[in-house]
């Protein structure tokens, strides 16, 4: 097992965080391949969109206290000389190869969502 792990369990309402963000991001596609190809509601995009990115922004800020949590229950394996610089410092608390793959994931999650959406509608 691996030493940096915490042994803590991850949690039911964990699980429904993660589950929360693919069943929203899958009625979503939904919702904008089926429901908005009706003009009457085409003017219910903005309250969607904004519905969508509320409901992603809270998911995110809870899945970041938990993990925080978790962080700040587990011992220190570094001496406090060793340890890297603070997370107060850095971006979101991101390192810069943490930020890179946030970016690369998201920009491939676009991409493949377009794709899909375009293949979808033809």
């Not at 069943?23 to 904008?32: H, K, N, P, Q, R």
Request: net charge positive; hydrophobic share 55%; with cysteine.
């Amino acid at each position: 097992m691996d030493s940096n792990r915490s042994s803590r369990p991850i949690t039911a309402f964990e699980c429904f965080l993660y589950a929360a963000i693919v069943a929203e991001t899958a009625l979503a596609a939904l919702i904008y391949k089926f429901i908005f190809r009706s003009a009457d509601l085409a003017n219910l995009r903005v309250y969607f969109a904004i519905f969508y990115f509320g409901f992603m922004a809270w998911v995110i800020a809870q899945l970041n206290r938990l993990h925080r949590h978790r962080k700040s229950l587990a011992p220190d394996p570094m001496p406090a000389e060793q340890s890297p610089a603070p997370a107060q410092n850095r971006p979101a608390g991101l390192t810069v190869s943490q930020v890179i793959t946030v970016v690369l994931v998201f920009a491939t999650a676009v991409a493949v969502f377009t794709w899909l959406l375009r293949t979808m509608l033809n």
